[in-house]
């Protein structure tokens, strides 16, 4: 096994340039120290602390990075961060904010998944596929603006929204991709055309 070091709730490579997970001591209050450049798959999965603070020294993050961790608030993603991970946030029914940095250029399949909290998604430009489950089960989420990057929109993308009553999407491609939102006949929805956008709102 390779060897590690344990300090303030977090164990890292012994280089501590590595964080594999915070342990059960509850020590871990929510700050990584700044010079930690890579944290392991899920690291914080099931932790219980409410805010978390990644400073800009990480560079790469792990899959299931926060997954259930259900008491989880506000994460504060590095600023040099440009690649998010697969599931990274995936049940975190409290999450309700997260400060993203503009490079991310990607969303990862179930990112948001089971995030029931979560009213408002940081979208950034550049972002060119919704992938399955990615918005899955955000159940507070009320109005979704896609930016005209968006080319596609994969399974499951938004299942279970179930208070989603506004959807702003390029017209550029509503009529090939309309069957992904078969959710969306069991809401009552109107359907307008603007220049360039389809509107989806409740009547």
Known sequence: MEATITKNGLVY?????TIYYADDSGEFKGTIPNGVERI???????????????????????SNLFENATSL?????????KKLSPY?????????????????????????AGCSSLKEIPFRAGIKELPNYVFSGCSQ?????LTDTIEKICEGA????????TLVLPCAFFNSTVMV???????????????????????
């Open 13 to 17: 490579s012994v280089d501590m340039k």
């Open 40 to 62: 392991e798959d899920e690291a914080f999965s099931c932790c219980a602390v409410e805010k978390i603070y990644i400073p800009d020294s990480v560079t790469s993050v792990g």
């Open 73 to 81: 608030k506000s994460v504060r993603l590095p600023s040099g961060l």
């Open 88 to 112: 990274m946030f995936a049940g975190c029914s409290s999450l309700e904010q997260i400060e993203m940095p503009f490079e991310i250029e990607s969303f990862e399949e179930g990112l948001f």
């Open 141 to 145: 989420l009320r109005s979704l603006i």
């Open 158 to 165: 938004v299942s279970d929204c179930e208070n989603l009553t």
């Open 181 to 203: 939102f078969s959710f969306l006949s069991r809401m009552s929805l109107t359907f307008t055309l603007s220049p360039g956008r389809c509107l989806a709102s409740s009547s």
